[in-house]
């Protein structure tokens, strides 16, 4: 459920017609609902009911502050993976020992920061980061909280790009290896064994992926149990899909069930790292139809917004709903969305039954809340978009557009060119 509903043939974000946004601040720009976040947050979080849990919304699928701030408002933790996250989760107020640290390549200075924080725990992802940490840990008389992200080898049969707990992948430690890292871990000075943890991909559609990752997980716990090795808390990461065009993911309730039940009387504390699920469908991206043109073969539908912009549908294929922001009554088209950029994979949809949207109008992007932001770039020296979020019958410009200036903001002629 979201907040994108049209009204009397024109498209609102809650009670602001989307056409007054546009008008305001411009095109392209992305649309976040208020309420459809925060009811995602506490659907998510609720599903889980009974267990002691702590939902830390993974900051990487949408990273405005404004965004952040709301979670941390409604009891949220965050799930970082870098130093300029961790950087703005702290700035939006969330407490320290309510992040997580992931990612395979924590450099020093992230480290460090992470240490001096005192976030909850870092997800370690090899033995070399292990001992880093230790090391690091020891400079700044510091211990160091870790669970090892083990990667239990299931398909979540999702988009190769965002499968990332099989054996292949690069995330994580193989089950054998990190009963090996446990046990180093176990004899390092300033190292506190906190948890386990695994992610295993994102938009996963079914149940069994994560239910057979939970089970692996259980058993390592148990084998460490056996070894004197107490885990506190368990991290099933995020990946839980949304559906875009006709995928049926279970509902977070679905989802949690299965976990609830089998974590049911352990004394495990839970964690779970949503990005997607959360954000995915309480953003749009709104954009202007530059002009229409008919090639030999394709229509084409030139906008405004670029895969600069959103990035999905050409790095995944990714497909995302395209509607008129005013219905129209026309026969609908088939065309490729595309953008300004000088790339054949420049697009926002191909062969697309889609409304027959003429110069000038505004369509609406769909799902685009998460993974769209933040994976933006300024790729032809196009200033990103701006961002913007609707409560009730307001809206507020939460990220401004970028000007020219920001596009050249640190660049340096050298004076040996004057040579
Ligand atoms: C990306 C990521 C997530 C969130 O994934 P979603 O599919 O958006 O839920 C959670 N944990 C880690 C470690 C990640 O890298």
């Known amino acids: 459920m979201h907040h994108f509903l049209h009204r009397n043939n024109e498209l609102y974000c809650e009670d602001v017609p989307i056409r007054m946004i546009a008008e305001k601040v411009g095109t392209p720009f992305y649309l976040y609902?208020?309420?459809?976040?925060?009811r995602h947050f506490l659907v998510f979080n609720e599903a889980?009911?009974?267990?002691?849990?702590?939902?830390?919304?993974?900051?990487?699928?949408?990273?405005?502050?404004?965004?952040?701030?709301?979670?941390?408002?409604?009891?949220?933790?965050?799930?970082?993976?870098?130093?300029?996250?961790?950087?703005?989760?702290?700035?939006?107020?969330?407490?320290?020992?309510?992040?997580?640290?992931?990612?395979?390549?924590?450099?020093?200075?992230?480290?460090?920061?992470?240490?001096?924080a005192d976030i909850l725990m870092f997800n370690v992802e090899s033995l070399e980061e292990l001992e880093l940490i230790d090391e690091r840990a020891g400079l700044l008389q510091r211990k160091a909280p870790v669970a090892i992200r083990v990667n239990p080898d299931v398909d979540p049969k999702t988009h190769p790009y965002i499968s990332t707990g099989l054996k292949k992948n690069k995330f994580g430690i193989d089950m054998e290896t990190a009963i090996e890292g446990y046990k180093v871990a176990s004899k390092l000075k300033n190292i506190n064994i906190m948890g386990i943890d695994c992610h295993i991909g994102s938009q996963i559609t079914e149940s069994k992926p994560f239910i057979e990752a939970l089970e692996s997980l259980k058993k390592l716990i148990n084998e460490l149990g056996q070894m004197g090795i107490e885990i506190r808390y368990m991290d099933m990461g995020g990946g839980l899909g949304i559906t875009y065009n006709d995928e049926s993911p279970p509902h977070p309730r679905e989802y949690a069930r299965a976990i609830v039940e089998s974590l049911k009387g352990s004394n495990l504390q839970l964690i779970l790292e949503p990005g997607r699920v959360i954000v995915g469908n309480a953003g749009i991206l709104v954009s202007r139809v530059l002009f229409r043109k008919s090639g030999k073969v394709k229509e084409f539908v030139i906008v405004d917004a670029g895969m600069n912009d959103l990035m999905r549908p050409t790095l995944y294929g990714a497909f995302h709903a395209i509607e008129p922001v005013i219905s129209t009554e026309n026969q609908p088209i088939t065309a490729d969305v595309v953008g300004p950029i000088c790339e054949t994979g420049d697009f926002l949809a191909v062969d697309r039954k889609m409304p027959d949207v003429k110069k000038g109008d505004l369509i609406a992007v769909m799902s685009a809340g998460a993974y769209g932001f933040t994976m933006s770039s300024n790729y032809c020296s196009r200033p990103r978009a701006a961002e913007v979020m609707v409560k009730d019958d307001r809206f507020h410009v939460v990220r401004a557009r970028e000007i020219y200036e920001d596009l050249v903001d640190g660049e340096s002629v050298p004076p040996f060119l004057d040579d």
């Open 33 to 38: 609902s208020h309420a459809t976040l925060k």
């Open 48 to 116: 889980f009911e009974g267990l002691e849990r702590l939902v830390c919304f993974s900051a990487k699928a949408n990273t405005n502050l404004a965004i952040l701030k709301l979670f941390e408002s409604l009891g949220s933790g965050l799930d970082v993976v870098s130093g300029g996250e961790l950087y703005r989760g702290l700035k939006a107020g969330f407490s320290p020992d309510k992040i997580v640290y992931s990612g395979v390549g924590k450099r020093i200075h992230e480290i460090d920061y992470a240490l001096e």
